[in-house]
């Protein structure tokens, strides 16, 4: 099969060659913009499609008016994405034809799960596209794209036999740096879950897990070229069973163990978690691991058991509260934080309330919500479905729920010091923002100097989104850090 794939690529190289006339064709400097729409897992592909068409010749841009190649990276996650595709197509149009009044080329390219779930129809629908990428074969984009440039329209969508995560060019430590201090690291791919209103296993495939030793090089390079924190993201990071080097398979919680060890990682997170593979293992790692933040993100998406159900989450209310008695347990000060999904199939007031309830049983530090968006092609789309009003006005009672509960996190953060990793300058002079252990975000007067350390702060006010605070002196600095 290695040799099949291989002898494809060789054929491929020939095309790039022929359809591009000469290879400086492909190496000739030019610029790239990457927009990306979505979770953090299409930021990390967005870097990672930088990365690998920097070799070819690209270097990243800001400015979509200066670039030769446009790439939306899209999500599919709720309704009006492919609306909201068509309309930024629209835009970058404009931006297109002016490059051409000025005898300028640029392509337009459209990656992630939209162009996944697309497909063609997106090359049908908007002429001015010239390449769709899906979310499994974006480490091809040096050849699609140079192939696109040859004047023909490509779309590659089909799910490779290759491991995309060997292919992908590794990041230059310049644009490393670029990305500060805190970074992502694709651990887990794709879903086997198959919860009745989510389209993610049809657009990110079956769950695939990388092996532990290629995420510790990555995170090396990483921490080498300053990164202090790393957050572990996956569709169902938690349900992560790489590789070990002797060929055993690896819990999340092992992964951890072993990239803690790594120089200069002070602090890791993961994301997103399912609750039904919260494995005591990685509860213990909670207890066990410094580096390891207090904090988690665990979707619930309803406190109805009826709901659940309907939803395939294959868990119950009470499974939910007892991982967070377990959790609480191993670290009593962890920061917990969810997803919901108001106004699902059948949901009544009463399941309603029953999500309301648990909100205030747990006290979320924060949460996200969102009405239910049936999704073509997922069970729960031909369900009978909940008024849009009814969804708006539950969406509202719930947010107000939540606010309350995280003002009421963040208000016990008053008067006390929190350790702090400075992360980039803030809006005003002499300024820097960072992030307690709690995914809190801070700002404090501190040196610019001081961006990639953990520095003590005092907490003096608290604001609706961010903390503000006053950097500790030398002599505060050795007192114990507080939890929450
Ligand atoms: N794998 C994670 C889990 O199982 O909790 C969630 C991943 S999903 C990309 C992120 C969130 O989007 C979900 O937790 C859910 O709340 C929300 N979501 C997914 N499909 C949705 C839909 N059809 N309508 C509304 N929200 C949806
Ligand atoms: Fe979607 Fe998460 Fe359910 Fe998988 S587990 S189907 S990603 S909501």
């Known amino acids: 099969m290695a040799g099949q794939i291989g002898a494809s690529r060789v054929k491929l190289r020939n095309e790039v060659l022929n359809s591009s006339g000469t290879l400086s064709e492909t190496t000739r400097p030019r610029k790239v913009h990457v927009k990306s729409f979505g979770c953090q897992m299409n930021v990390y592909d967005s870097n990672r499609m930088a990365d690998t068409l920097a070799p070819a010749g690209y270097s990243e841009t800001a400015d979509p008016a200066e670039a030769d190649l446009v790439i939306l990276n899209t999500c599919h996650i709720r309704e009006k994405a ?23 080329d640029m392509l337009i390219a459209v990656a992630g799960c939209v162009a996944q779930a697309e497909g063609e ?21 040096p050849e699609l794209v140079a192939r696109a440039r040859g004047g023909e329209r490509v779309v590659d969508t089909e799910f490779p036999l290759e491991d995309k995560f060997e292919m992908l060019a590794a990041p230059a430590r310049e644009a490393i740096r670029s990305r500060g201090v805190s970074a992502f690291v694709t651990v887990q791919e ?71 060890d790594i120089p200069g990682i002070v602090r890791l997170r993961y994301t997103t978690s399912h609750p039904r593979d919260m494995s005591e293992d990685l509860i213990a790692a909670h207890a066990e691991l410094p580096a390891l933040m207090p904090y988690l993100h665990l979707p619930v998406q309803s406190g109805s ?50 999500t309301l309830a648990l909100v205030d049983e747990i006290g979320f530090a924060s949460a996200f919500s969102f009405m239910y968006s049936p999704r073509p092609g997922t069970p729960a789309a031909d369900m009978e479905q909940v008024d849009d009003a009814e969804k708006a006005e539950r969406l509202r009672r719930l947010q107000a729920v939540i606010v309350r509960n995280q003002r009421a996190f963040n208000a016990r953060f008053a008067g006390r010091q929190v350790e702090v990793l400075l992360e980039k300058p803030g809006r005003l002079p002499g300024q820097l923002v960072g992030k307690t252990p709690y995914l809190q975000t801070v700002q404090v007067m501190a040196p610019r100097a001081m961006i990639g350390t953990v520095a003590p702060v005092l907490i003096t006010e608290i604001g609706s989104n961010t903390l503000f605070a006053t950097l500790e002196s030398a002599a505060t600095a050795a007192l114990a850090t507080v939890g929450a």
């Open 190 to 260: 794709g879903c086997d879950k198959f919860c009745t209103f989510c389209v993610v296993p049809y657009t990110r495939g079956a769950e695939v897990s990388r092996p532990v030793e290629k995420i510790a090089a990555e995170v090396e390079r990483l921490a080498a070229a300053g990164v202090r924190e790393v957050t572990l993201i996956g569709q169902n990071v938690n349900a992560y069973h790489g590789e070990h080097k002797n060929g055993d398979q690896a819990t999340l919680g092992a992964l951890m163990r072993r990239l803690s």
């Open 82 to 104: 492919v609306d909201k595709l068509y309309s930024e197509i629209g835009r970058i149009r404009v931006l297109k034809e002016e490059a051409t009044a000025q005898g300028r």
């Open 305 to 354: 058991d009826r709901i659940l159900a309907a939803m395939n989450r294959r868990h119950t209310r009470a499974d939910y509260l007892d991982i967070i008695a377990r959790l609480r347990a191993a670290r009593g000060d962890i920061a917990l934080t969810s997803d919901f999904i108001v106004g699902f199939p059948g949901e009544t007031e009463d399941d309603f309330r029953e």
């Open 121 to 141: 129809e997106i090359t049908r629908r908007a002429r001015a596209v010239d390449l769709v990428v899906g979310s499994q074969n974006y480490h091809r984009l």
